[in-house]
């Protein structure tokens, strides 16, 4: 059993190592939006991060932010949208139990909070990019990151895209990537509003008054046992469980072993010592699921399932397909391609040309890579034979896929293997309310304590959107800055 989790009473604290208005544990994108906000509000602020140095999984992500309503960005590309339409969208598209309250107020507020980026010096190029891919190759500042423009969504809400990306250029990950560039200028931001930064801190344990009020935590550095004191309140920021096996066993079995689309700090302590405190615990099973193929092989085949049948409209987004994939079709996928498109998709422009996979069988005939890949007799010429008769109409009434992807499957025809194609990470974690105080499992808030970013149960349910994480950990991060200045 591990008892580092444990509070640690105050009264059994000698001294303080550390001390300020308000400590925030972790400094990725949650962590420095809440240091921003509460130094903003007059809060003497110290920030504890477990690295060498800021940025977290956001530092190293494509930087997508979900943000939406009608922002600069998305009228300087000539792109109509609002607040009811952003939450009718995100209401289906976030899955089963999403909060509608915490969606339409993360909408009511994205206009706002595109604005802050902007003024915290957060740069978007005002250009659209509108190929299927996983991110733009360039430095293009908008795209479609949830299918909105697929079905169904298309029809519950008017598409819009709301993946923003902080610009720059010669992307790659690492230093160059949009998720860089993103921290950089907010984490410069700090550093002018008098945020201090810590590092190879390792918390470990929040420290409690006797009354239950959250007055700091315990950690470690380089080995040696320390405490730091939270006069107003400590907000943590420390990402998700995705590489606590566990945890992982324990919730979300089914991405265990798998790659985590995460960082390895993201360990769940964060989560571990809110819950020794009896903090309560949402959407603990819910993972976004990445699908590792490109979607510019997928947008030009079919994608059946272990039966041979069509389970998804291949444009869909690539998250979509791989939750679908990994929980609904036992993690069994087979991309049916033929030459033509085959070569269309591996000479198309992509940021993940990596992603591009080979063929795994070629056959001359659709029969014979049914017997090929050991499908059932009859069921994917049947599926083939349904798809291409309703494409050289230019209709998909099984699944809607758009008629700009509907061409009828010919000869030679290929098949790529994608069972254990699937990765991902945590989406659950601490429950909190709207200005992002941790909730006991009583209902009532715990005194002194916050959090947000992936170590809380956020905007996303049992659905995703990219872009959902950075923007909900960044505009729940900025409440949580300002609550626990206030307090």
Not at 54 to 61: E, I, N, R
Not at 150 to 164: D, K, L, Q, S, V
Not at 317 to 346: C, K, N, V
Not at 385 to 396: K, L, P
Request: glycine share 12%; charged share 20%; with cysteine.
């Amino acid at each position: 059993m591990d008892t580092d989790v444990y509070p640690r009473p105050v009264s059994q604290i000698a001294s303080w190592d550390l001390e300020a208005d308000v400590v925030i544990a972790g400094y990725g994108i949650a962590g420095v939006a809440a240091a921003v906000e509460a130094a903003s509000a007059g809060a003497d602020v110290l920030v504890l991060e477990r690295t060498g140095g800021w940025g977290g999984a956001a530092a190293m992500a494509g930087g997508f932010i979900y943000l939406g309503g009608g922002t600069p960005l998305q009228k300087a590309c000539g792109f109509d949208d609002s607040v009811d339409n952003m939450a009718a969208f995100l209401n289906v598209a976030m899955g089963p139990g999403a909060d509608a309250d915490r969606v339409g107020d993360y909408c009511a507020g994205s206009v706002e909070h595109f604005d802050w980026l902007v003024r915290c010096g957060v740069p978007f190029k005002p250009e659209f990019w509108g190929e299927p891919g996983w991110e733009p190759p360039g430095d293009q500042g908008l795209m479609f990151t949830g299918g909105e423009n697929a079905y169904p969504f298309n029809t519950i809400a008017e598409p819009a895209p709301r993946g923003h990306i902080p610009q720059m250029a010669n992307k790659k990950a690492g230093e160059a990537s949009a998720g860089y560039m993103l921290m950089k200028p907010l984490v410069e931001t700090a550093a002018a509003a008098g945020v201090r930064a810590v590092y190879d801190v390792h918390a470990s344990a929040l420290a409690v008054e006797s009354d239950g009020r959250v007055a700091g935590l315990v950690a470690r550095q380089y080995g040696k046992p320390i405490a730091i004191r939270a006069r107003r309140g400590v907000v943590l920021a420390a990402g998700s469980f995705a590489y606590n096996d566990a945890m992982m066993a324990q919730f979300a079995p089914r991405l265990l072993g798998r790659p985590g689309a995460s960082i390895e700090q993201h360990d769940g302590q964060a989560i571990r010592m809110a819950q020794a405190l009896g903090a309560d615990l949402a959407h603990m099973d819910a993972t976004e699921v990445a699908f590792l193929v490109d979607p510019q092989q997928t947008v030009r085949g079919i994608l059946v399932n272990g039966r041979g049948q069509r389970y998804v409209p291949e444009d869909m987004y690539s998250g979509r397909i791989g939750q679908l994939t990994l929980y609904h079709q036992d993690d069994t996928a087979y991309l049916i391609i033929d030459g033509d498109a085959q070569e269309e998709a591996m000479a198309a422009t992509s940021p993940t040309p990596f992603l591009k996979r080979p063929a795994t069988w070629v056959c001359e005939s659709v029969a014979e890579l049914e017997s090929e890949i050991g499908l059932p007799a009859g069921v994917l010429q049947d599926t083939v034979r349904v798809y291409n008769d309703n494409a050289a109409r230019g209709e998909d009434p099984l699944l809607h896929k758009k008629p700009e992807w509907l061409k009828p499957i010919g000869t030679p025809v290929g098949a790529i293997d994608l069972r254990a194609s699937c990765a991902g990470f945590t989406l659950g974690g601490l429950q909190t309310t709207l200005d992002s105080e941790v909730l006991h499992v009583s209902g009532a808030p715990i005194p002194g304590l916050y959090a947000a970013g992936r170590c809380t149960a956020g905007v996303a349910a049992w659905g995703y959107a990219s872009g959902i994480s950075l923007g909900d950990g960044s505009f729940y991060g900025r409440r949580a800055g300002r609550a626990a200045a206030k307090n």
